[in-house]
């Protein structure tokens, strides 16, 4: 009688703990739609440019981002610090300060982030003509 009640036990902690485990997975790994290049046009030099990319999980896990870093100082990035949920939107924001930036020249700025997707680290390119 006391095996018996023993199997019992043993086979529902077992299932309980199976259950945890399908609720919380590491390294879930999900898609997203992103525009990976802003182009801010024609700016004055000095402007901060208000660079806006707009993402959409497109997968079946909740979209989270790690790391994110600008290619430069004069670039500072902001990611959404809460997860995105399958199917929902989200937006990172970027600046470039224009200051430094020669008159009458074009220039790249590159965002990196790092998310649960494959691949995980995605570029994001600003461009702009500085007058």
């Given at each position: 009688?006391?095996?018996?009640?023993?199997i019992c036990l043993f086979s529902v902690?077992?299932?309980?703990?199976c259950k945890g485990e399908n609720k919380?997975?590491?390294?879930?790994?999900?898609?997203?739609?992103?525009?990976?290049?802003?182009n801010a046009g024609t700016r004055v030099?000095?402007?901060?440019?208000?660079?806006?990319?707009?993402?959409?999980?497109?997968?079946?896990?909740?979209?989270?981002?790690?790391?994110?870093?600008?290619?430069?100082?004069?670039?500072?990035?902001?990611?959404?610090?809460?997860?995105?949920?399958?199917?929902?939107?989200?937006?990172?924001?970027?600046?470039?300060?224009?200051?430094?930036?020669?008159?009458?020249?074009?220039?790249?700025?590159?965002?990196?982030?790092?998310?649960?997707?494959?691949?995980?680290?995605?570029?994001?390119?600003?461009?702009?003509?500085?007058?």
């Open positions: 009688m006391g095996l018996i009640k023993y902690v077992l299932l309980f703990s919380l997975e590491v390294g879930q790994k999900t898609s997203m739609k992103i525009d990976k290049i802003f030099k000095g402007e901060v440019i208000e660079a806006t990319f707009n993402i959409e999980n497109t997968g079946d896990y909740p979209l989270v981002f790690g790391e994110i870093k600008g290619s430069c100082s004069c670039t500072v990035a902001e990611k959404p610090e809460d997860p995105i949920l399958p199917g929902e939107k989200g937006v990172i924001l970027a600046t470039v300060d224009t200051e430094s930036f020669r008159i009458n020249s074009e220039v790249s700025k590159y965002v990196t982030l790092v998310a649960n997707t494959e691949p995980n680290r995605v570029t994001l390119r600003i461009t702009a003509q500085i007058k």
